[in-house]
């Protein structure tokens, strides 16, 4: 595979990524790379390399079974009280904490009560959306747009939850259908299962062409490249050898029953699909997960590593993953439709005999 990247494509030096990116001397002098937070945000502003409109933060929902809430943004702070997962709060504010963790030192501050760790918080709005009166044949790609919405199994039986679907996740829809209570259900598909839920049509936002429109179509595929920095927790795309998004990450670690560190090597994004029911082989093993709707999805390897939105844990920077690379669903959805080949918008999955090339290192 080596034979796929020529002398010119080679990773980059951090000296030659800055050098690159325009920052030069001057900026490893006033930007101390990699390690912070705020260092990767400040990155991503001054280089313009945080290439999606991000909207204000309003909400937050908690991840975890608990997430503590402290009267200022420090783990040693006095604890004020405590979330429990999926309550809903406000985020008053976004800001650093002290040098722990060092991977992550954003916090919010919630409900002017205090303090809340980012990595147990994942930013939601709550946006209800207009039903559709009809779905295309063929079925149309739908995002949940609210904290979250419990899918069920009959709508005859509201109450038999299926699936909870969380915010950002992306769905296949097949159909509309009225309960009857009155209320307009979407039918979602489920690519794993092969079985169809019903969500809330006004919980779901259905998504047009423009959503997965290709990014810079006119840069040739020996021209976009991808490096995966292991020991940095980072995430970069170039054009033409120039930074154009760079995104923490999360990537593969170890666990009690294993170690899914994700492998260093070349790749290719040649297998792609906006959506993707992840559930391990054995449910109910330790570190197991049943996660439907992982959106924006870019295969790297026939075993399933892939890049992959997240919405189950919002702590960047630090392996966490059974192999994945990890992103905040933004940065996947940008990386989807930007890397090669370019899906469809029809299609639920894309195979082809090239891609991006990738470098995880």
Known sequence: MDALFPQDLAPLSRRDFFSRAGLGLLGLFALPFLGKAERVLRLNRLQGLHPWQDAPIRLGRATDDSVPVYDRPSFSGQLKRMYFRDVLFNIDE????????????????????????????????????????????????????????????????????????????????????TAPTGETWYTVHDDKFKKNYYARAEHLRLLTPADTAPISPEVGLENKRIEVWLQDQLVIAYEDGTPVMISKTATGGRFIDGDYSTPKGNYLTSRKRPSRHMAS????????????????????????????????????????????????SQAAQWLYRWSLPSVPYEKQLLEAQTGTRVFIL
């Open 94 to 177: 976004v800001t650093f904490g002290d040098d722990l963790p060092v991977h992550n030192r954003v916090w919010y501050r919630v409900n002017g009560e205090g303090y809340a760790h980012s990595g147990k918080v994942q930013p939601v709005a709550l946006t209800r959306n207009q039903p559709a009166a009809a779905i295309p044949a063929a079925g149309c790609l739908a995002e949940v747009s609210v904290p979250y919405t419990d899918s069920v199994v009959s709508l005859k039986n509201p109450g038999a939850v299926a699936y909870r679907f969380y915010y950002g996740t992306v769905h296949w829809v097949r159909g509309v259908q």
């Open 281 to 328: 082989e054995d449910l109910a093993a330790a570190n197991s997960y049943d996660l439907p709707g992982v959106p924006w999805v870019s295969y790297l390897t026939r075993s399933g590593i892939s890049f992959h939105g997240t919405f189950w844990h919002n702590d960047f920077g630090k392996p966490r993953s059974h192999g994945c690379v990890n992103l905040p």
